[in-house]
């Protein structure tokens, strides 16, 4: 079955461009008639975007369904046996394992009844944190299918996140592993659990996967295994699980990301819109055909896995890949290796994950074959050229359209891409909006910039102009915060915080990163307050300001600059602390590259902090400081220049 939505030429991407804009709601509505609904809709859209309640973002009011039923029920028939994930583990000697759509639908069942038996009922909040196994899709869709909310967070960040999440979504329910794989290390997830549980009383149950064998404790009346439970439910003879009848509008999943505050926001993302829109971007970016392997590199734990490797794959009937360790064990080879042996067509991979991998050299790629490779995507931060080149020349060997996909956590899908097979590619540009997607860009005084003439170029802040059904509906327990984090900037549009630039001669966008403080470290977002605020959590600190520097690998880097109660003995051991104090509060991927000691913070008359001037003595850019003549105290940028304390 071909996907009737699918752009096959620049002819129909330019008539459903035309589509998307003349008629939103004929155009999304012919798609969404594709999927499986308990009640079709009684209106597409309704939408404001400037009121004092905004957003207010209702797609498909009235419709009845259950995502579960669109990525599961609905393939049984047609592609039953067919792989839904085909799952590579950490260890390349340990066996893969292949779920057909039958055998995840399954699964799925059993462990929804499971949930049930513990008390999960709709709209509550499970938070899960688990590694990379095949169960996390299974626990992900469980709650989908019986109407929870789920709130995954990736198995890399510290307890006291975890807390924060469980605590800001009144999470009732945890679902977690003894332990991860990740390369050579062991991740004792339960006990990083364990610890965040003591601030949240309110836990009723943690439900706890065996994977690892790590020694863990369990407490009595609240924690229980995963395969324990299972075989409860599988004694009663596997009753099948109907799926909750879900509103459209019904809140799916919580996903926290952080933004230019201290605390990590919960983007809320709702069932109808949201499945829609991550299965359509899917099969039309990646050019998807039936039965095709398609392998997104991702962590289920980031937007990324939740839209690519689980909902708009699945929703579309694909064969995804999940895999569990890490592109560069036992060695750089091995996302090749992965390609090889899965006939892998599609691999949707990030920057970062690239330029490490170019590092180890060609020794690792040229004894793979690749020759099933049709499509190469990257996702997560801009590529840069040699990157770009690298990935087009020595794994897609010019063969393979490179898809570059800008979106966000907040976006649920992918906006600005080309279209595997039909755009033509520029490395460095995202190139052209989605069907659907109406970007504006616009200048510092809030005017919008007119599109660029041939041979023009223009640049300025990205906004949204009109709502598009996998958009974020509000922030988890305060809509304000989310009206004023998106919505207040550009009245009447979304604010990304993403800088662009577009070229007159093709239209094409180019993403220029983050205008706000967020930092964007491998591919992950990182608020510098956040980073701050563990930091300043040391004992020793008085005060500190973080700023990004260019990173060879990471793309971005963590500079730190710190103010101690009195000049650290050894600074080494010092910055030792401060690093596990980051690693403590946030996780080991907030660690800051680099920590200057300095003795006071370049700042403004009423006491902000000159950031500008920072980046630029992280970038070691000393000459072009630009004017400091507005500091309170000049002086200081003089001794942190010179590195002195
Ligand atoms: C931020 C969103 C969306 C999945 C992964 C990250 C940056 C993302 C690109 C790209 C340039 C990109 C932006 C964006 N970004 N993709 N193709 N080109 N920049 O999701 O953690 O919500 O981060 O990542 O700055 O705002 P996220």
Redesign the pocket.
Known sequence: MAYPYQIKTQADYEKAYKKSVEDPEGFWSAIADTFYWRKKWDKVLEWDFSGPDAPQVKWFQGARLNITENCLDRHLDTRGDQPAIIWEPNDPDEHHRVLTYKQLHQKVCIFSNALKNNGVKKGDRVCIYMGMVPELAIAVLACARIGAIHSVVFGGFSAKSIADRILDASADFVITCDGAYRGNKVIPLKSVVDDALVQCPDVKKVIVLTRTHTPVSMIKGRDVWWEDEIKKVETLGNPPCPAEEMDAEDTLYVLY?SGSTGKPKGVVHTTAGYMIYTAYTFVNVFNYQPGEVYFCT?DIG???GHSYIVYGPLAAGAVSVMFEGVPTWPNAGRLWEIVDKHKVNTIYTAPTAIRSLMAHGLGFVEDKDLSSLRVLG??????NEEAWHWFDEHIGKKRCPIV????????GGILI?PIATVTHTKPSY?TLPLPGIQPAIMDEKGQEIPAPQKGEQVSGNLCIRFPWPGMLRSTWGDHERCRKTYFDAYPGKYF???GCLRDGDDGYYR?T??VDD?L?VS???IGTAEVENAINMHADVVESAVVGYPHDIKGQGVYAFVITEKEPDNPNLARKDILETVARIIGPIAKPDKIQFVKGLPKTRSGKIMRRILRKIAEGEMENLGDTTTLLDPGVVDDIKQGKL
């Open positions: 990301t991702a980031w937007v990324t990257s996702v997560g931060e801009p590529i570059d996909t800008w979106w966000q956590t907040e976006t891409s995202a990304t915080g993403d993403i990163g983050r967020v964007n591919g992950h977002r």
